[in-house]
């Protein structure tokens, strides 16, 4: 029997010790009628030869981000996933360990997630960072949590600029709450400074995603001077890759950073696991939720780590607690720390740097193709909105044709934008392949949406 | 810092210590379009003055500072790691081949429908096959973890106890439960009240009549409870919850004693969570990735998650599959995308390797080897609740504790013998508590040899306390002082 | 003040009378049960608080602890120096350890209350 290491006669001698007859016997407990009268209709038994066919023609029913040239982003980015960031993932003495509940059997984890944290704080700036969250998603509605709980005031505002999944998250977490949910307009296809300050009485938090879900760098210094004057306290859900050279939210007076940190070298891997992060001022540390790991010393002063500031958590504040979370991300987080501990100062830069450069040769490229224009006129990071004079699913049909998936369909997530496409670039772009996109897209506007 | 000793206790610099100015090692492709200036296309006034303080180092230097810290990690690859209520099993490695396949892991998540046909099926056909499990109707598996799960599930029964015209207020719990089932409904906007458990451990059905009222939103349990008994009265209980119109929620934690035994769905709980990091073997990963699907029977279906994974059979092959969006009485979403798609892909190899009766036999083994422990353990410890037990049991080190050696101090001294220890002050009803979970994947030899260490720990607790109460020894650290790391509070490494 | 002169609750906080001013804390055997204290919140003043109330929590490494108002009264100041150094508890519990003191009610009965001999009972009971 796969995984099962008793022997039948092991079984048996180990029923005569306990003293039943029969295995049947154990589950005395279970009324009789109760029970599964039938075997249970699943799949399988399958050997290793039968599982891995299945699994490959399973595999090969997909499409991946190398059968195409895919320009997807939307928060969850396409990067080179370097061989030593999965070699490590994959040592067993990572991730077939526990959470690290034995500090002294766990060091290895809690060093490593101890260097994810100081790596987060170096990226944005804030003093103290978890041990990691779900998603940039769930991060998000629990700094919410956390700002509501530090303000006590009863409303939060979220830009209509951030991903629509993360505000589709913070709605879920808050669902339950009497917290007033503003969701802020946009100009220009960034969060209106003007708009805001009508909400600002009252507000707990503003959270605000730069660069935002379009690629734009928000207007944060007059955000947050209007949000500070108000006593909103401010969360910033930033990109990690785009701190390699945008000032940190910490310059910006955010109170809490968090975000999606899948592109710190983890596999697009049909949205998950993802990885949340969440860092912030000193003085809320208290307030935060999940895990934080910190340093100590053991009974011959040599340092050590363990888990710190417990009685935050669920598994002593149960119902008082900071948040429910208790599994979180931790293997994740180990990647982006070994990622980012191989690129180091200057590759993270050089990344954030190619990322950016492809960027903007990409909307020069797009911008020239004729009937295609760029929607907004902000500064933008990674990805940037086109306008076609098509909609924009018949271009993304066409261009599937020939192994292009141009971008995301704005007009899915927002009002009016049924002609906008976001283009998402990544290192892994060669001049060849946005090139080939500017032709693509100009063969099929030019025979009106069909190439 | 510096520490020059090879054996024994050698401390690894942090990655920050181990940098050198100058140094790098990844290389990226030669950037083949013009070379962005950042001041002009971001803003000067958006730019950073100087880059953030990663690391630098070489490749060879990575990978050995990893290494050694990896070296200082207890792993179920290497022997037991009985803690109780978190089925420490052993994770298979073709799982874990398999969800490295680039047909997995470099699939975009907004890539079309009918260009991921394969991960659409997995997701749908995952689903079908825990409801078949569980006995549930319908299950979802956004929730990336098991409190997710949780929470999921609360705000369903308070969706749909809304639509019915009241919410209600109150959520009840026994106070065996895990500290997550209090926080999630809490929450969920749920007062949470708790029930003491009766003299065998089980749910005092007595309080629980006394507790329940029109107020009462659901009764949230965990079966086997976290004491390893099965709750036997839980079609009373389950009578008594719906009597008032009140929902079951199953903490699906202790799952792994059910397989192809008895199915939570027909035992009268309505809502409930799996943890696919525990019962379907899905690595821990030192703390997470899990998977917490969500699972319902069809009076809770369309409040679940959204999107649903669907079928449409009538739809030509290559496009059967996709996701429905149009649920307005979802919750909503409780993840960024689909949830965690990569644990689900080991779940699932797992279930189709082991088919129904290797199911069966999980759950047998797991009790089996529980109860073995239990039987042979019992002249060393307190053994607070007596009695066949299920997945797992719980002692107590309360007759160490007279001779000055606690609960912890056996844990620590477990270490230095190699085993990690069980979980340890959980329950909170027992003192002292140890609770034990071996899981069927340990064979008899490994858990005879748990059984002489813990043994001689209870001897060395007669004979010579200081050495339990002096452990671990044998570790990379001594004991850590956790008061210092919380009074002293360090996150994050700075340069003294 | 010594401990014979004090005054306790069965939940174990301390309280010294002067005048319409009390001072309390946590007992000794209140703060050896818990171990060592890392962390009080410190009681705001101005705030009103029925008998019964929480007035601050304590926590240890694993454990969080409520402290609760033996009394109606509204705080007058928190132990600033607990911020520093909480484990002031530990080491004097009944001296520089005190938590907080609250302005009482006018007419308040303190009668109600146990003498550390009664205390003393009343934990090895």
Redesign the interface.
């Known amino acids: 029997m796969p995984y099962v290491s008793n022997t039948d006669r092991d079984r048996e001698e180990m029923l005569r010790e306990i003293g039943v007859a029969s295995i049947d016997d154990l589950f005395a407990d279970v009324p009789r009628e109760l029970r599964t009268k039938t075997e249970l209709d699943v799949p399988g038994p399958l050997s290793e030869a039968e599982l891995v066919r299945h699994m490959r023609s399973l595999a090969s029913m997909n499409r991946t981000t190398d059968d195409v040239v895919s320009f997807l982003g939307g928060g969850i980015y396409d990067h080179t996933v370097p061989a030593v960031v999965r070699h490590v993932m994959s040592m067993p003495q990572f991730y077939t360990a526990y959470t690290p509940y034995q500090a002294e059997a766990s060091q290895g984890t809690l060093q490593s997630i101890y260097e994810f944290q100081s790596l987060v704080c170096r990226l944005t700036g804030l003093d103290v960072a978890n041990a990691s969250m779900y998603d940039g998603a769930s991060a998000a509605a629990e700094a919410c949590l956390m700002a509501v709980g530090i303000t006590r005031r009863n409303k939060i505002l979220v830009a209509g600029t951030a991903n629509p999944s993360l505000r589709a998250v913070v709605a879920t977490y808050l669902e339950a709450s009497d917290i007033e949910i503003v969701e802020l307009p946009m100009t220009g296809g960034v969060t209106d400074a003007t708009a805001l300050e009508a909400h600002l009485p009252g507000a707990a938090v503003l959270v605000v995603q730069h660069p935002n879900f379009f690629g734009l760098l928000e207007p944060v210094d007059e955000l947050s001077a209007k949000c500070a004057e108000a006593g909103v306290l401010l969360v910033a859900s930033v990109d990690p890759l785009s701190l390699a050279v945008l000032k940190p939210p910490s310059d910006y007076g955010a109170a809490i950073a968090v975000g999606e940190g899948q592109s710190l070298g983890n596999p697009v891997g049909y949205g998950g696991p993802l990885l949340g992060f969440m860092a912030a001022d000193r003085k809320y540390v208290r307030r935060m939720p999940g895990r934080i790991i910190g340093a100590t010393t053991d009974a011959d002063g040599r340092r050590g780590f363990v888990m710190t500031l417990q009685t935050r958590e669920q598994h002593i504040r149960r119902q008082k607690a900071t948040s429910n979370i208790c599994t979180n991300e931790g293997l994740v987080a180990l990647g982006a720390a070994v990622h980012m501990s191989l690129l180091g100062k200057k590759g993270f830069r050089e990344l954030a740097l190619q990322v950016t450069s492809k960027a903007h040769y990409a909307a020069l490229a797009l911008a020239a193709v004729a009937g295609v224009s760029l929607r907004f006129d902000g500064p933008f990071f990674r990805e940037f909105v086109i306008d076609l004079p098509v909609p924009a699913h018949r271009v993304k049909e066409e261009l599937g044709r020939v192994g292009i998936w141009p971008g995301i369909s704005c007009g899915c997530y927002y009002d009016g934008m049924d002609n906008s496409l976001l283009v998402s670039l990544s290192e892994r772009h060669t001049r060849e392949d946005i090139d080939s996109l500017a032709s693509g897209l100009e063969a099929v506007i030019s025979s009106g949406g069909t190439a | ?1 510096t520490d020059l000793r090879t054996t024994g ?1 050698v ?2 610099p ?3 210590e181990l940098s050198h100015p100058g ?4 290389r ?2 030669a ?6 200036d ?1 001041a002009e ?3 000067a ?5 100087t ?7 070489s ?1 060879p230097e ?2 050995r ?3 050694r ?10 022997a037991i ?1 009985p ?1 109780g209520s ?1 089925t ?5 490695k ?1 799982n ?1 081949e ?1 969800a ?13 429908a009918g ?5 659409i ?2 997701i749908y056909n995952l689903g079908r ?1 825990l409801a ?2 569980s006995g549930m109707d319908e299950v979802s598996l956004q929730p ?5 799960g ?2 999921a599930g609360m ?1 369903m029964v ?1 969706a749909y106890l809304a639509d019915q015209g009241n919410p209600r207020s109150k959520v009840i719990v026994p106070d065996t439960a ?3 089932n ?9 007062e ?1 009240v708790e029930i003491p458990s009766g003299p065998d451990g089980r749910i005092d059905v007595q309080a629980l009549v006394a507790a329940v009222d029109e107020e009462t939103a659901a009764f949230m349990i965990t079966n086997p409870n976290t004491l390893g ?2 709750e ?1 009265r ?2 009373d209980i389950a009578e008594i919850v719906h009597g008032v119109g009140g929902v079951l929620y199953l903490d699906g934690a202790n799952l792994n004693a059910s397989l ?4 939570p769905g ?2 009268g709980f309505d809502v409930m969570h799996f943890n696919l ?1 525990k019962t379907f ?1 899905t ?8 998977s ?1 699907p969500v699972g319902v029977k069809s009076f809770l279906a369309d409040y679940l ?1 959204s999107p649903v994974a669907r079928r449409d059979e009538r739809k030509p092959r ?1 496009l059967e599959f996709d996701f429905d969006y149009d649920r307005p009485k979802s ?13 689900a ?1 080991k779940a699932y ?1 797992y ?12 759950a ?2 797991a ?3 529980a ?2 422990l239990q ?2 353990l019992e002249p060393f410890f307190e053994l607070p609740y007596g009695g ?1 037990c ?1 997945h797992e049991f719980v002692l107590s080190a309360s007759r160490q504790k007279e001779q000055g050696v606690r609960a912890l101090d056996v ?2 001294r477990l ?1 230095d013998y190699g085993i ?2 069980p ?1 340890a ?2 329950p909170l009803v027992v003192k002292e508590a140890l609770m034990i979970e071996p899981t ?5 030899a ?1 858990l005879d040899r748990f059984v002489e260490v813990m043994r001689t720990i209870a001897e060395e607790s007669a004979s010579s306390p200081e050495l339990v109460t002096g452990a ?1 020894t044998e ?19 700075r340069k003294s | 003040m010594g401990e014979k002169d004090l005054l306790f609750t069965e939940t174990h906080e301390w309280l010294s009378v002067e005048g319409d001013v009390i001072t309390l804390g946590l007992t000794d055997y209140a703060q050896g049960e818990l171990g060592d204290i890392v962390f009080v919140e410190l009681p705001e003043a101005g705030r009103s608080l029925a008998a019964g109330d929480v007035l601050t929590t304590v926590e240890s490494v694993k454990s969080v602890s409520e402290l609760y108002a033996p009394i109606e009264g509204e705080i007058m100041e928190g132990n600033a120096a607990l911020e520093d150094d909480p484990a002031l508890i530990n080491s004097d519990p009944y001296g520089d350890g005190w938590i907080a003191k609250l302005k009482l009610a006018s007419g308040t009965d303190v009668s109600q209350f146990m003498t550390a001999e009664q205390y003393e009972t009343h934990i090895k009971g």
Not at chain 2, 115 to 119: D, H, I, S, V, Y
């Open positions: 810092m206790h401390l690894e942090t990655v920050f140094r790098s090692s990844y990226l492709p950037l083949d379009v013009p070379s962005a950042l296309v971001l803003g006034s958006n730019l950073r003055s880059p953030p303080e990663l690391p630098e180092l490749e990575v990978v500072h990893f290494t810290l990896a070296e200082m990690n207890f792993h179920i690859d290497r790691y803690l978190c420490m099993k052993y994770n298979p073709i874990e398999m490295g396949l680039p047909g997995f892991t470099s699939v975009h998540p907004e890539a079309a260009e991921c046909q394969g991960a099926s997995l096959m078949e499990i990336p973890a098991g409190a997710s949780e929470l705000l308070r895990h500290g997550t209090p926080a999630s409904l809490t929450l969920a906007g749920y949470s008994v099965f036997n839980i079609a192809g035994v008895v199915r027909d035992v990091h073997s690595p821990h990963g030192g703390g997470g990735p899990g917490g998650p290559g919750i909503g979403k409780v993840h960024a995308v689909y949830g965690n798609f990569l644990v892909v190899a279930i189709l390797t082991l088919g129904p009766e290797g199911l069966r036999r999980v047998e083994n009790v089996l080897n109860n073995y039987k042979k066949l299920q844990a620590k270490l990690h220890s979980t002050y959980f069927e994947t340990e064979s008899r490994s671990p570790t990379p650290v001594g004991r850590l002082d956790e008061s210092r790391a919380a009074k002293d509070l360090d996150v994050a490494w």
